[in-house]
């Protein structure tokens, strides 16, 4: 009896794995990218990891940014040795502090005279309602004004490089997000990281619309429900937990597929403003359509992130 249940209970899950591996969307885009300079976030891991690697196997010139430099000085020597890449290197990039990411920038631009491709990738659940230095909740400003302003600053880079991308990993949480009292402590952390998801969406559609025209195209996506480091755990519990997303979830590698056919496929040639789920365009929530909200959210993201006017007539005159 115990017997049969082991086996009909494998089969199962070995059902489910194949269904998703069928129906997973793959990047078959065959571009190389020698000669294109790449940033993507949160890149010591997960997502972020198999992304980098995949643009660093097509001859990108990589820059991975994330906060922990062990991780990401280790993240190099991976990818590397993997890819023999040599143009691969990390620069630190704290989301949680403001002052951080201007440092990113600015390094960023003594070394490098354009960015063609910049994927915002990093991404947090936070459980408590903590603040950072900059006063904004942390969750928020790891998934949404970190980003914000990380992107913002870099636009000039990406104009002189146009065309040039920008790619958004949000999620398909941002269906349940709201812009109703941004930056609210009220929400739990589950509310707090739906909202987050729905700003990088509304983002990437108000960047889009005041973008068009200078070459630079602005998408977000949906990576699919992914077992990353998110899930990892210690106990036996755990580790039987972790044994059933990954039957039921993609692996870091299938989760990045996406955010690499908005940076490399030629079928994204001058398309802007969308969202993406398994490397084909898909429909948001109609909440991201919202341009007064849009407008609102941007509005708020400047002051919360403390744009200077030299910086918004720099990079947004």
């Not at 005279?113 to 790891?142: F, H, M, P, S, Y």
């Not at 914000?148 to 991308?165: C, D, E, G, Q, W």
């Not at 039987?240 to 940076?263: C, D, H, N, W």
Request: net charge positive.
């Amino acid at each position: 009896m115990w017997m049969f249940l082991i086996i009909w209970t494998v089969v199962v899950l070995f059902s489910i794995k194949l269904f998703n591996k069928l129906s997973t969307g793959k990047c078959y885009a065959d571009t190389v990218m020698s000669g294109k300079v790449v940033v993507v976030t949160g890149a010591s891991g997960g997502i972020g990891f198999e992304t980098a690697l995949e643009l660093a196997r097509r001859g990108a010139k990589l820059i991975i940014a994330c906060r922990n430099n062990e991780k990401g000085e280790k993240a190099v020597r991976r990818i590397i040795r993997r890819t023999n890449n040599k143009r691969v290197r990390f620069i630190h990039l704290d989301l949680t502090s403001l002052e951080s990411v201007r440092k990113f920038v600015a390094a960023l631009e003594e070394s490098e005279a354009k960015l063609d491709v910049l994927i915002n990738n990093a991404g947090a659940i936070c459980t408590t309602r903590e603040k950072t230095e900059d006063g904004i909740l942390k969750d928020l400003q790891i998934n949404y004004y970190g980003p914000f302003l990380l992107t913002v600053l870099l636009i000039p880079m990406l104009k002189k490089a146009a065309p040039s991308r920008v790619v958004v990993v949000s999620s398909s949480w941002h269906k349940f997000g709201t812009v109703e009292n941004i930056n609210s402590e009220k929400y739990g952390y589950i509310q707090s990281y739906a909202n987050s998801k729905l700003y990088n969406v509304i983002f990437s559609k108000e960047l889009a619309r005041r973008l068009y025209g200078t070459g630079v195209d602005v998408n977000s996506l949906n990576p699919g429900q992914v077992n990353t480091s998110l899930y990892r755990s210690s106990t036996f519990l755990e580790k039987i937990r972790s044994l059933m997303l990954y039957s039921f979830f993609k692996t870091p590698e299938e989760g990045a597929q996406t955010s690499v056919y908005l940076a490399v496929s030629y079928e994204c040639d001058q398309m802007t403003g969308k969202y993406f789920e398994d490397c084909q365009e898909a429909r948001a929530s109609y909440k991201a359509e919202d341009e007064v909200a849009a407008a609102k959210l941007w509005e708020v993201s400047q002051e919360l992130v403390k744009l200077t006017p030299d910086e918004i007539k720099r990079c947004l005159g």
